[in-house]
Nanobody, 123 residues
Framework: VQLQASGGGLVQAGGPLRLSCAAS????????MGWFRQAPGKEREFVAA???????YSADSVKGRFTVSSDNAKNTVYLQMNSLKPEDMAIYYC??????????????????WGQGTQVTVSS
């Protein structure tokens, strides 16, 4: 699976941004898809994920502001980010994993990664 993330950019605090992650491959719907982010000097952290069964999960820090969704017909996962805060600023990565038995929130279980897209939030 090859992943291509896009949609990052500069946004004012409080504004929205939507990230997209386009995946290659015919078995896209069988993968759990996750979004992670990494700010300078910090570890990569879980943001949101959607299971192969279509169930969404999100980190407490973004709950109520970020929404993850997928369009299997387009082989694309989205991360709608609303009410962005300066602390959301980071490089955002999409990732995919095959094994549904492993937890969605741990980046070590994800096999495939996109190249990352920068999200900058101005205060």
């Amino acid at each position: 699976v090859q992943l291509q993330a896009s949609g990052g950019g500069l946004v004012q605090a409080g504004g929205p941004l939507r990230l997209s992650c386009a995946a290659s491959g015919r078995t896209f719907s069988r993968y759990d898809m996750g979004w992670f982010r990494q700010a300078p000097g910090k570890e990569r952290e879980f943001v949101a994920a959607i299971s192969s069964g279509g169930r969404p999960y999100s980190a407490d820090s973004v709950k109520g502001r970020f929404t993850v969704s997928s369009d299997n017909a387009k082989n694309t996962v989205y991360l709608q980010m609303n009410s962005l805060k300066p602390e959301d600023m980071a490089i955002y990565y999409c990732a995919a994993k095959w094994d549904p038995r492993t937890v969605l929130t741990d980046h070590q279980y994800y096999t495939y990664w996109g190249q990352g897209t920068q999200v900058t939030v101005s205060s």
